[in-house]
């Protein structure tokens, strides 16, 4: 009965990995009722349970295994009867665990320097083989022995680096099965932050409503995070402190000395924290606390000024008076000017910690006025004034004696310093002026002066006035005399340099004038026999030469001068007698110059000297670059011309210039000048160095005419004249530049190129402007030779150390002529 039921499952062999499900089919061959399914425990395996499911068909029922997990490995039972007939089969189901990464995260951090632990856990059944790799390449821990893979598979990095950062391969196998997995891992390194202080110690001053910045730098791995401690607070933006973007600048703002101390820079990161100390020392420049006016009486023993001042440094203090300074353990000696007595040890200035005294002794009137208290330190200082007033009995001052005479009003005045302000009355003969009976006299006040207005009619309204004082402190009178005045004694006639026309008379001033000034001086001469011709100059302080004109060359001459003073003219001096000179040629002119509208444009003026007894005919004036070392053609100027204008001319350029007079007797000799023009203003391209516009240029058709007009004239006077003037020249210069027409116009015309010599304007004393030279003589436009244009030999070592010593200076400096008669003048740039 038994062989008639045949039971088979399907799959004969069940391998199933752990939480994967799988089904099994027993097959039955015959007629049974009952077919059932058994555990490995020998279990009748229910239809309901969760992780098993059986089913039937008509000869065939099916175990399903779900999620199967360890414990349903064995031997499973497929069980078929019918009545008493049965037949089974069993199969064996086994359960393995495949690789699966239980533990193994990404990325994992570590810090430097740290025993790392790459955690990889792995579980699989049977247990995987473990194969750790990096970059790319399996590792060898044999040849390193910072590497070494732990029991549990784990790979330990002993002394992890920055550099061991980076992608991790944790590979495992189970070779029975050929299975295979990874899993990357990234490991990250971080760096301790170090932090550095860009200053140590940094100083600030306080009470100035500035800002202060603290800094330091940090380093590390992730980008530390910095913070800020001060006194144990955690500092933020705000009010008081500002911080930058990455903390590493704490500014703080209006600065007091409370903000002195420590600060903390802290840098933190995931590897941990580093703080570095920064000292702020906070400096106070001084402030004066405490300083108040005093008031004293003359002869008072002594009075005592305080003055208290703060700063940090602790501030040193001083005392001045109007230009004398008192230090600390000073006693001082020094006299106020004009006639006051001297204060000879009486101030004495002590001072301890933040406070200072200065205490006058005997205290006199001088000692009134503004004291200036002074506190410095290595910050800064600050200075104020007290004011020490003095009362004191009325000083009479002024001058005792004045000096006038009959008719002519003169003030006599008592000049008065007192304090409080006195109350002046004048008196004479005992009676108080004016009065009924002085109608020639007249009060004027004013604080601290009184003066009389006497205008004297006789000879009774000579003689004393009293002039009387008073406050409340006491009364002073003093007496001042009016004087009858004299004409002025005889001035002394010393020497007297003649000239061909002129002469110059040398005179001491009268040795008496009865305090009254000479207002001028009266110098008649003649031809001996002749008319007196007389001359009045104006009496100058220390001016003791006047020059008189229009004498007759080689003549003989007398001169005498007298004084004239408010009075009236004194007696003149005995006659001198001299002698012109011979006609002659002119003397040397003198020189000055200066800007004109642009630092490349100067004036150059002389100043007319003897003209050697024959009309100057005009004035020759040469100048140069001296660098360049060639001089421009020479200039004729007009006898009426006192100066010439330059224009055009190299900006920063050492210039000479050179100006002789002529008259009929020849040339004087020159009168030399030397002075430097201004440094290029900086404008734009093109335009105008001062007002920066655009310059004016010429019209293509001006251009175009006037080179067909020289053009002309220069072939018209190859044949019919000789060609040297000035404008010919230009012209030839620039328009026959051909070599071989040059050497056929040659020395007959074209000689030199001047067509960009600078502009020269010549002015008459209320002409117009002309060009230089004007309308001349073809020979006096070319340039002098050595014996024409005079340059004395005695004056060349004035010429060499002018040069040589001129200052290297971007101002011009006009310097003392060759010819020992320029005059030197400073003129700054434009």
């Not at 590792?139 to 002394?159: A, E, P, T």
């Not at 401690?229 to 500002?242: F, I, M, Q, R, T």
């Not at 703080?275 to 702020?280: C, G, I, N, T, W």
Request: glycine share 6%; with cysteine.
């Amino acid at each position: 009965s038994a062989a008639s039921i045949q039971v088979q499952i399907r799959p004969h062999y069940g391998e199933i990995s752990v939480g994967a499900s799988k089904f099994f089919i027993c097959e039955v061959v015959g007629e049974v009722k009952i077919i059932d399914w058994f555990d490995p425990s020998g279990e009748k395996i229910l239809p309901n349970r969760q992780d098993f499911s059986v089913s039937r068909t008509e000869d065939t029922s099916t175990l399903v295994i779900y999620k199967a997990n360890m414990d349903n490995a064995g031997i499973y039972t497929c069980v078929a009867k019918d009545g008493e007939k049965e037949a089974q089969a069993t199969v064996k189901v086994t359960i393995y665990q495949k690789i699966t990464f239980q533990n193994a995260p990404s990325p994992q951090e570590f810090n430097e320097g740290d025993e790392a632990d790459i955690v990889c856990d792995i579980i699989s059944s049977p247990p995987p083989t473990i194969v750790w790799k990096y970059k790319g390449f399996t590792i060898q821990f044999s040849k390193d022995v910072r590497f070494r893979m732990l029991d549990n598979g784990h790979l330990q990095i002993r002394g992890i680096k920055k550099t061991d950062e980076g992608v991790y391969n944790c590979e495992a196998r189970v070779a029975a099965r050929g299975e295979i997995d990874y899993k990357k891992i990234t490991v990250i390194v971080n760096v301790f932050p170090s932090v550095r202080a860009r200053q140590a110690e940094v100083n600030a001053t306080a009470n100035v409503g500035a800002s202060t910045v603290l800094a330091c730098d940090a380093d590390g791995f992730p980008d530390p995070v910095i913070t800020w401690a001060h006194n144990g607070a955690v500092l933020e933006s705000g009010d008081k402190y500002s911080l930058n973007e990455d903390g590493s600048e704490l500014m703080i703002k209006d600065v007091k000395k409370v903000d002195e101390g420590e600060y903390t820079c802290t840098a933190k990161n995931k590897a941990g924290e580093k703080a570095q100390e920064v000292s702020l020392n906070v400096f106070v420049p001084p402030e004066i606390t405490y300083l108040n006016n005093q008031t004293a009486s003359e002869f008072q023993e002594h009075v005592t000024l305080t003055c208290e001042a703060s700063g940090d440094p602790t501030p040193t203090i001083s005392w001045s008076f109007a230009n004398r300074i008192f230090t600390e353990g000073e006693q001082a000696s020094w006299t106020r000017p004009d006639t006051y007595e001297s204060m000879d040890r009486n101030i004495v200035v002590r001072s301890h910690a933040r406070v200072s005294s200065l205490s006058l002794k005997d205290v006199q009137f001088t000692y009134a006025g503004q004291y200036l208290c002074t506190a410095s330190n290595s910050i800064g200082q600050d200075q104020q004034a007290l004011y020490l007033e003095v009362r004191y009995a009325p000083k009479i001052l002024g001058v005792v004696t004045t000096y006038t005479w009959e008719g002519n009003p003169a003030n006599v005045s008592c000049e008065v310093e007192a304090h409080p302000r006195a109350s002046v009355l004048w008196f004479r003969d005992g009676l108080q002026l004016p009065n009924a009976n002085t109608s020639n006299v007249k009060l004027h006040s004013s604080p601290g002066l009184s003066f009389l207005e006497v205008t004297p009619d006789f000879q009774s309204d000579f003689g004393s006035y009293n002039c009387t004082a008073t406050n409340e402190m006491g009364t002073e009178s003093k007496e001042f005399l009016l004087i009858q005045a004299e004409v002025p004694s005889v001035p002394d006639i010393k020497k007297v340099e003649p000239f061909s026309s002129t002469a110059m008379i040398h005179f001491k001033e009268p040795a008496s004038v009865d305090g009254v000034p000479v207002l001028r001086y009266r110098l008649e001469w003649r031809i001996p026999g002749g008319d007196w011709t007389s001359r009045e100059f104006r009496a100058e302080e220390d001016s003791t030469t006047f020059t008189i004109a229009g004498l007759k060359p080689e003549t003989t001459y007398e001169v005498k001068m007298s004084a004239i003073n408010g009075k009236g003219g004194g007696e003149s001096s005995a006659a001198t007698t001299f002698k012109t000179e011979p006609l002659r040629e002119p003397r040397t002119p003198k020189l000055e110059a200066r800007f004109h509208n642009r630092g490349n444009s100067f004036k150059v003026n002389w100043i007319k000297q003897d003209d050697g007894g024959s009309p100057i005919k005009h004035y020759l004036v040469r100048y140069r670059a001296i660098q360049g070392s060639v001089w421009k053609p020479e200039i004729r100027v007009p006898s009426s011309s006192d100066y010439v204008l330059l224009s055009g001319l190299d900006w920063n350029t050492d210039y000479e210039v050179l100006v002789v007079a002529e008259n009929q007797q020849g040339k004087s000799l020159a009168g030399v000048l030397f002075f430097r023009t201004a440094a290029e203003p900086t404008s734009g391209p093109g335009s105008h160095p001062r007002s920066g516009k655009p310059p004016a240029t010429p019209t293509g058709r001006y251009i175009l005419l006037w080179a067909l007009f020289c053009l002309f004239w220069c072939f018209v006077f190859i044949f019919l004249a000789d060609c040297s003037s000035c404008c010919l020249q230009r012209c030839c210069s620039s328009l026959l530049p051909v070599a071989a027409l040059r050497r056929t116009v040659g020395r007959r015309f074209c000689k030199k190129d001047e067509s960009k010599e600078p502009i020269v304007e010549v002015r008459t004393e209320g002409g117009a402007a002309s060009p230089a030279g004007g309308p001349t003589e073809p020979n006096e436009t070319t340039p002098l030779t050595e014996a024409e244009f005079p340059f004395h030999p005695a004056h060349l070592d004035s010429f060499c150390y002018n040069f040589t010593n001129r200052p290297p200076s971007a101002d011009v400096t006009l310097l003392p002529s060759a010819a020992a008669n320029s005059v030197a003048e400073n003129v700054s740039a434009a």
